[in-house]
């Protein structure tokens, strides 16, 4: 993500990447403070500790967990913080779609670290292309969540809408 954006000319509002970035990430490290320094942790975060804790589940299932806290949760709320308008849309799909296009980097450095111990759950995220479909509709879905969330007319059914999809990736994820 970085070399993406260091190069400013990839961008409308250069500066977006960098907001969006930081802003996904705080979503995820204060939830990570949350649990370890005895603060507030979102439920879904608290799930995906929750799972981490129970060391009978695989590392894939753990992984997942907090992938799906990360992508379809801190996603559409990350770019609601940071006042994502629709002329964002071209900067959000670049670093998006860059993301999407780069799973495999992400894949074979897990396995450096990890091993095959995250099985099913990096061949999810290999990039073939039913997943590639699936990630970049999801870009759609939570950017356009993003944008309702901003609304007061639109906000409580987005966050039902986010909840739903949450709660049925976490479900379709038990068996990794």
């Not at 073939?128 to 007061?152: D, E, I, K, T």
Request: hydrophobic share 45%; with cysteine; charged share 15%.
């Amino acid at each position: 993500m970085l070399p993406l954006q260091r190069t400013e000319s990839s961008f409308v509002d250069p500066d977006y990447a960098h907001r969006l970035s930081i802003e996904v990430m705080n979503q995820f490290l204060l939830n990570v403070h949350g649990e370890f320094g005895a603060g507030h942790v979102e439920p879904r975060w608290a799930r995906h500790f929750a799972l981490a804790h129970d060391c009978n589940l695989s590392l894939g299932r753990v992984a997942m967990a907090g992938y799906n806290a990360h992508f379809t949760v801190d996603m559409p709320r990350a770019v609601a913080a940071i006042g994502s308008r629709p002329d964002n849309a071209r900067d959000y799909f670049t670093v998006l779609d860059t993301i999407g296009r780069s799973t495999n980097v992400i894949v074979d450095r897990t396995k450096g670290v990890f091993g095959n111990a995250l099985g099913p759950a990096l061949d999810a995220l290999s990039g073939n292309g039913f997943a590639g479909a699936g990630f970049s509709g999801f870009n759609v879905v939570n950017f356009g969540n993003g944008l309702a969330l901003q609304n007061p007319n639109l906000r409580a059914a987005a966050e039902v809408e986010i909840g739903a999809l949450w709660s049925s990736l976490d479900l379709a994820v038990q068996a990794v």
